[in-house]
């Protein structure tokens, strides 16, 4: 099954926008929790 931005985001809680712009990109701030948390969902949990 392929995953997708916004499928990433509601799992994570975030916005899309934290996703794309600031996680994803090492742009702006983010807990090192919230990176940790959204790379697991990233790499498939």
Known sequence: M???IK???KKANVSIGT???RVINN???FSKKTKA???KI???E
């Open 2 to 4: 392929l995953v997708t």
């Open 27 to 29: 742009k702006s701030r």
């Open 19 to 21: 996703i794309i712009d």
């Open 42 to 44: 990233i790499e498939g």
């Open 7 to 9: 499928d990433i985001a």
């Open 37 to 39: 948390h959204i790379d």
